[in-house]
């Protein structure tokens, strides 16, 4: 592998892990925060926050507003429907099930991502790639130990969410070169602005509670924040904006089928969440299934370093 190649995927899986951790802390941020407000106010606060700093810092570091201009618009509002969808579905399954099982159900990602890249991004898994994803995989199950208990109705959510997200991913890959990792961000940032406003206007009054908690994650009526819960909705927007650009610069960096598994460092720091903000002591068996997806993306990078040939890259393509 040349240098520059072997640089690209280095950083790009710093991102990916970079992006876990951020991500991980909007988990435990909303899933404290969901008993007294609605999903879409959390998303709504957090993209404010988000797409502030995007257009203060991430933008002007990467060119300028210039970067916003897209010839990808098709493809971008593909990626807008698929984090939409991800989002509402994993977040309605973290606010009713405990953190550790809706991140160790979400991971099914990586696997969907590495079959996704096969079919539409004609990328190349090796041995080692699907060892690593498998590995991981069986770490989750590990904790989740499949069952009647564990894949109840709401256990679907986060499975669903995952779809959504490996979706994403693929689309983020499919896109090349052609735009900034900005700009990747920046599009479903707004698309959470808008939609989450949009859930503000027809919900936000509170005709439509149910008295059911699944549904009433969405349908709450809009309270302001009291106290720290202001400080949580400005650290989740933050890490919004981080985790939003990390993750589209490593997708962008790295073929999806070798960051993938380096999201499920996500899992451990769902444990570490779970002990000290909700007093959830893990499980043995949590402990031996997060060495394993540790493990598992250890095993990925160490691989990586050591492969030789030229990193394949998708060519940019154009949706009009």
Not at 93 to 105: F, K
Not at 121 to 141: D, H, Q, Y
Not at 180 to 200: D, H, N, R, V, W
Request: aromatic share 12%.
């Amino acid at each position: 592998m040349s240098a520059k190649g072997l640089n690209s995927n280095v950083l790009g899986i710093f991102a990916a892990t970079g992006a876990a951790v951020t991500f991980s802390v909007i988990d435990v941020t909303f899933k404290f925060l969901s008993d007294g407000y609605p999903l879409y106010q959390l998303v709504f606060f957090r993209s404010v926050v988000a797409l502030a700093l995007l257009l203060v810092i991430f933008v002007p570091l990467e060119g300028g507003y210039r970067i916003l201009r897209t010839k990808n618009k098709g493809l971008h509002l593909a990626r807008i429907a698929a984090v939409s969808f991800a989002n509402i579905c994993f977040f309605s399954g973290l606010a009713v099930l405990p953190l550790a099982e809706a991140v160790a159900i979400s991971f099914a990602t990586p696997l969907i991502v590495t079959l996704l890249s096969i079919l539409f991004l004609n990328e190349r898994v090796g041995i080692w790639r699907w060892g690593a994803v498998f590995v991981g995989f069986t770490g989750i199950l590990v904790i989740v130990k499949p069952g009647a208990a564990a894949f109840q109705p709401y256990a679907l959510l986060p499975f669903l969410g995952s779809c959504g997200y490996a979706t994403l991913h693929v689309l983020t890959r499919r896109a090349g070169g052609a735009d900034k990792a900005a700009t990747l961000s920046f599009y479903p940032t707004l698309g959470f602005l808008a939609l989450s406003a949009l859930a503000g206007l027809l919900f936000g009054h509170g005709n439509w509670v149910t008295g059911t908690p699944l549904l009433d994650v969405v349908l709450k009526p809009w309270a302001w924040p009291k106290g720290i819960d202001g400080l949580l909705f400005v650290i989740a927007g933050v890490a919004g904006a981080i985790g939003g650009y990390l993750v589209g610069q490593a997708y962008r960096l790295c073929e999806a089928g070798l960051v993938a598994p380096f999201e499920y460092i996500a899992m451990p720091l769902a444990i570490l969440w779970g002990l000290l903000v909700f007093a959830e002591w893990p499980q043995p068996s949590v402990w031996l299934g997060s060495a394993l997806i540790i493990g598992a993306g250890l095993v990925s990078l160490w691989r990586e370093t050591r492969s030789l040939g030229p990193t394949s890259r998708p060519r940019p393509r154009s949706s009009g």
